[in-house]
């Protein structure tokens, strides 16, 4: 099973910024999400733990496995550059566009949507192949689940990759067959 988790809160999450490859901590209300997240998944015993590099992915992962499981940072499942965007309000660029897989635009140095897809494919090739009939977890960015999300279902029709925004801490539960489903209690506190 793949548990895949959005890292907790920032300070430029409740602050509505866009954080891209900007490398910003968990703020205190994240690190609380990042424990009741732990404590959602208690039963549950890691073989593997694979996280972005980006500090509050890194500390989300450490948090939730608490030492049990030796977390491996990959860049494959590190957030999207978002280039000049980084910073500034989801209003200052159009998503329908930054995210749109046809157009693979790279308005405002956005690293490409295609390019995005294409590490985040090569990660969960590899998961298939080595680690597939294990528990793993994986903790990436809400830019980063979309990627996973199409992976798995196909690439939207209408090339949109960006249907919803996944809350801090979420837990998406990926099974053997890729088939999807969302895991929420309200013990975790996102």
Known sequence: MLYVVRHGQTD???NRKIQGKTDIPLNANGIEQANSTKDFLKNITFSFAFSSPL???????????NSSTKVTLDKRIEERGMGEYEGKSPETFDIQTAWNYKLN???GNIEKIKNLYGRVSDFLKEYETVYKNEDVLLVTHGGVIPAILAYFNGIPEDNNFFRRKSRNC???KIDENGNISYLLDESVNI
């Open 105 to 107: 635009s790279e308005i």
């Open 12 to 14: 430029w999450n409740l």
């Open 55 to 65: 500090k509050r992915a890194k500390e989300t992962a450490e948090i939730i496995c």
């Open 170 to 172: 979420e837990i998406i």
